[in-house]
């Protein structure tokens, strides 16, 4: 509800800033609240209520005391009392009208102490007393000869229960009443009398519209809390603390808190905050990330007081403190004693139009809104005005902390905002030149951390490993390997499997209807991309001709009798056969390797020589690799072939092809030169086989190729776990770059592969920690389903810091989560929560607020850790 203040010359209606409400409060229940305040804060402007008998208003006062439709009044400042007045002179009809900033705090400050209460066993609950606030509409008028100002109360203007309890405040006949004013509102009725409008064109029954929200506290339980208060140690109430305020109160609404407290219910002060945010269509990511995010204490005591000032208009990079005002306002209705669902619409919107990924409503990521928004907040809030230039110097040989110091000095030079004050840390950051060891160091700020998720699911894939000696046949060999490992962790794997020798190296392959579609070459990439049915074949190449180019076989024979119909085809078959070229090839050359490749398949064997440490490999039929005069079966008429079909009428063909393996009609002569360009690093050939099949090599070991894992081979094993601190030492452990992520070196003036190491060097005040879960690819988007045992009560990072810094903790506790269940493809978000009021966990699942035990917040769900520096 809405504060105006407004001539109503033109017009009736109030109409204002929410942020200009004015609340009015028992002075004593306000003074309780004064020692959590600035002393600036505390100059209220003291005025008397006193009967309106002035001429000007007498004939209205019979009328309106006849009809009981107005009450009116005048009130006076007395400057001659004193804000310090003993508790005789501060009578129990004395109030102070607050701005909503001071309303917020008060609040918190006497939720502090109710929670108190309810631990000290000689307080009763019932004393705690009742939150009943409701608006009350003022007309007001300036009598400029006295400087006093005229209230007016009309039943037309309000509520006829709001009018009845008005009465009973204001009715100053029989008991004086006295007003504090804090807001400055009447100091800002009276310059606006004065200086908009000249004395000879006042109209004199012009009036200003005040909304008011009076907190209508019980009196005799106003008496009882200030008699229990003063009998508690000073020590006690300030030693007690909710972690976050509490936010306004919606328009008319009256809330009496007395049934939740005596029926403890989680209404009430100490259960301010646990009120659910709608889903207005998949936006449970944005009400994931903004629960956590209003549960951070130092967010929301920030919030709830004068924000507004430190909002920069003029920051290029901000959102004309838009965001802020927005969230701002969101924060507060949240920790609203009512606890009916918010539908943050003005919210979205204001996401939406600064952000256009999030606009719409499909599901998005609650780490990625985390991240825009609490730079989007920074950037609204930041305090700098007009940015340095600031040269990033590098280390040089001094000190790490003449450094990091330096660093941190010129960060905050350009940056400094509530978001920098309790969520940015510095980390550090070495890189070293694998050329000529030239070291980098820098201290980068951060603000939070992503750690990958070191996996110890193991994965069990097969793959058949084809050598070009010319003498062994393929094998398949099973693997364990990381489940969401490497490439490389699948080649080192794989070479101690197959024994690969050390000049050798393997070049995988992925084949699919007998042609390979492409090649593992990437150490990179994850194992994740691979299917259990796909199919993997390995060959063992020599690495003196690494960089020579290689010449891919595949196999097509004559297919007859198709559908029971006397026509033929052309038909892939086998596994392609992979070998490097020399220098030199010609249609012999050609011919002459493939026949190597194809040796091991023989039907009549090679006889292998075991001459010393090295192996010969001789062949019964050598005579007739020069010369093939007989053709072999496909493995499926192999039973079929008669004594007739063996003569030896026909020979291999071989043509070129493309990358995709589709045949140029270019066939390759035995005696004519194969030409490769510069840049071509594979020769594909096909080879033809005459439908007169030789029966002297297994064609069905050509075409065996066992799938990556077949279902129900292996058994299942437990899910994936880790610690947290596992993944920490996975993020500063030292690592190679990219290729897409090289570093630019000085000294080689080129960009090299350098390694990287990150120190944690500087901790924040709260701590976020993001855990990889999702990975993407060209191909496919994962999920890690690891389950990461994380500390609540203790996380002890002292082993894993650099630089020590006595004055800070390095021992933080957990305080709220961020949580995704279900895949990539959609899922859901929710949010635990510690309540410091209620003392217990609570989850946020959209509108529904429920409390869950501590053991059950630790899941493979959690994705973002929220943690308090104890």
Request: glycine letters at 4%; a negative charge; one cysteine or more.
């Amino acid at each position: 509800m809405a504060t105006a203040l407004e001539e109503a010359a033109a017009s009736d209606q109030p109409t204002g800033a929410e942020d200009d409400r004015v609340y009015l409060v028992p002075y004593r229940w306000w003074r309780g609240a004064q020692e959590s305040m600035a002393e600036d804060e505390l100059r209220g402007i003291p005025y008397a209520a006193t009967s309106a008998s002035s001429s000007s208003y007498y004939g209205m006062k019979i009328i309106n005391n006849f009809f009981n439709s107005d009450l009116v009044f005048n009130l006076r400042r007395n400057d001659d009392a004193r804000q310090s007045d003993s508790e005789e002179d501060a009578a129990s009809r004395s109030y102070a009208l607050i701005p909503l900033d001071l309303w917020y705090r008060a609040i918190k400050w006497h939720s502090d102490y109710n929670m108190m209460l309810k631990s000290n066993k000689n307080v009763s609950i019932a004393e705690v007393g009742s939150l009943d606030v409701y608006p009350l509409m003022l007309r007001i008028s300036v009598i400029r000869e006295t400087n006093m100002l005229t209230v007016k109360i009309s039943k037309k203007d309000n509520a006829v229960e709001n009018y009845k309890r008005a009465l009973k405040i204001f009715t100053v006949d029989s008991e004086p009443v006295h007003i504090w004013d804090f807001s400055g509102q009447t100091n800002l009725i009276l310059m606006n009398e004065w200086n908009k409008l000249p004395l000879d064109c006042r109209q004199p029954d012009q009036e200003i519209l005040l909304e008011v929200q009076v907190y209508a506290l019980s009196e005799s339980l106003i008496s009882r809390v200030d008699g229990k208060k003063n009998e508690l140690a000073p020590q006690q109430i300030k030693s007690t603390g909710l972690s976050s305020g509490v936010s306004s109160f919606s328009n008319g609404n009256v809330r009496d808190m007395d049934s939740d407290l005596l029926s403890g219910s989680f209404s009430g002060a100490s259960s301010l905050g646990l009120t659910g945010l709608e889903n207005l269509g998949n936006t449970c990511f944005m009400n994931s990330a903004i629960q956590c995010l209003a549960h951070t204490s130092n967010l929301v005591d920030y919030f709830l007081g004068d924000y507004h000032r430190d909002i920069n208009h003029h920051n290029p990079l901000g959102m004309n403190g838009e965001l802020a005002l927005a969230f701002g306002d969101l924060l507060r209705r949240l920790w609203a004693l009512d606890r009916t669902p918010v539908a943050a619409r003005h919210f979205k919107a204001k996401l939406a139009r600064f952000a256009l990924q999030f606009s719409g409503y499909n599901q998005h990521d609650s780490q990625e809104l985390l991240a825009f928004l609490l730079d989007g907040l920074h950037e609204d809030l930041n305090r700098v005005k007009h940015k340095p230039y600031v040269e990033a110097q590098d280390s040089n040989g001094r000190p790490d902390e003449e450094v990091a110091d330096e660093y941190w000095e010129n960060h905050l030079a350009r940056n400094n905002s509530i978001i920098v004050n309790i969520c940015q840390g510095q980390y550090k950051s070495t890189l070293v030149c694998p050329v000529c060891n030239k070291v980098s160091i820098t201290f980068d700020p951060f603000m939070y951390l992503s750690l990958p998720l070191p996996s110890t699911a193991m994965r069990t894939m097969t793959v058949t490993v084809f050598s070009t000696d010319g003498c062994t046949e393929p094998s398949p060999y099973s693997i364990t390997v990381p489940k969401f490992g490497t490439f490389n962790d699948f080649i080192q794997a794989l070479s101690v499997a197959c024994s690969l020798r050390d000049d050798e190296s393997l070049l995988v392959a992925e084949v699919y209807n007998n042609r390979i579609i492409r090649y593992l070459e990437e150490p990179s990439d994850l194992i994740s991309l691979l299917r259990d049915g796909d199919q993997l074949a390995a060959y063992r190449l020599r690495k003196e001709h690494e960089k020579s180019p290689l010449v891919v076989f595949m196999h097509q024979r004559m297919e007859n009798n198709i559908f029971g119909k006397m026509t033929s085809r052309l038909k892939a078959f086998g596994v392609p056969l992979v070998e490097t070229l020399p220098d030199t090839v010609d249609g012999s050359t050609i011919r002459t390797l493939y026949l190597k490749l194809l040796n091991p398949f023989r039907r009549s064997k090679n006889v292998i020589l075991d001459d010393g440490d090295k192996k010969i490999c001789t062949n019964s039929h050598a005579d007739e690799f020069d010369e093939m005069d007989e053709h072999l079966p496909d493995c499926e008429r192999t039973n079929d072939v008669h004594e007739e079909d063996t003569h030896d009428d026909g020979e291999l063909q071989f043509y070129l092809a493309d990358e995709r393996n589709h045949c140029q009609e270019t066939k390759i002569e035995i005696d004519q030169p194969v030409l490769l360009t510069t840049t071509q690093k594979r020769l594909h050939v096909i080879v033809f086989w005459q439908d007169k099949t030789l029966e002297q090599y297994d064609v069905c070991l050509l075409n065996s190729l066992p799938e990556i894992h077949k279902f129900g081979l292996f058994p299942k094993r437990s899910q994936d776990s880790v610690t947290l601190y596992a993944c920490l030492e996975a993020f500063l452990k030292e690592e190679p770059l990219g290729p897409e992520d090289m570093w630019y070196c000085p000294c080689c003036k080129k960009h090299q592969q350098a390694s990287k190491k990150l120190d944690l060097w500087r901790l924040p005040e709260v701590l976020v920690i993001h855990l990889k879960r999702f990975s993407y690819s060209r191909f496919m988007k994962n999920k890690l389903e690891t389950f990461v045992d994380f500390p609540v009560h203790d996380l002890d990072l002292s082993t894993y810091i650099t630089y020590s810094n006595k004055e800070s903790s390095n021992h933080y506790r957990l305080y709220a989560i961020s949580n995704h269940y279900g895949n990539m493809g959609g899922g859901h978000y929710t949010a635990y929560v510690y309540h410091e009021g209620e003392k217990r966990w609570y989850d946020f699942d959209d509108h529904h607020v429920g409390p869950i035990s501590e053991e059950s917040i630790k899941t493979s769900a959690a994705y973002v850790l929220f943690y308090r520096r104890i």
